[in-house]
């Protein structure tokens, strides 16, 4: 079960480093005065894929807090 929340925690890491680089790069791209909305919903984006992505790491450094309390037990 452990192995299981860290293997969804790292792939949640790596979707939104994904959705991090999308949303980064249509930012970038975002100069022209009409894309200035698809700016701030992809600047939006970012932010909420960066809070995804620190509650991932949480996720991952608790599971391998767990990992070696559990290892502590059974030695």
């Keep these: 079960m452990i192995s299981k929340l860290s293997q969804t925690a790292v792939q949640g890491i790596q979707h939104s480093t994904r959705s991090m680089a999308r949303s980064a790069a249509e930012i970038a791209r975002a100069s022209l005065p009409g894309d200035r909305t698809n700016m701030t919903r992809a600047m939006v984006e970012l932010k909420q894929h960066e809070h995804a992505?620190?509650?991932?790491?949480?996720?991952?450094?608790?599971?391998?807090k767990l990992i070696g309390s559990l290892l502590d037990v059974k030695a």
């Design 53 to 64: 992505a620190k509650a991932n790491v949480k996720t991952l450094s608790t599971s391998d």
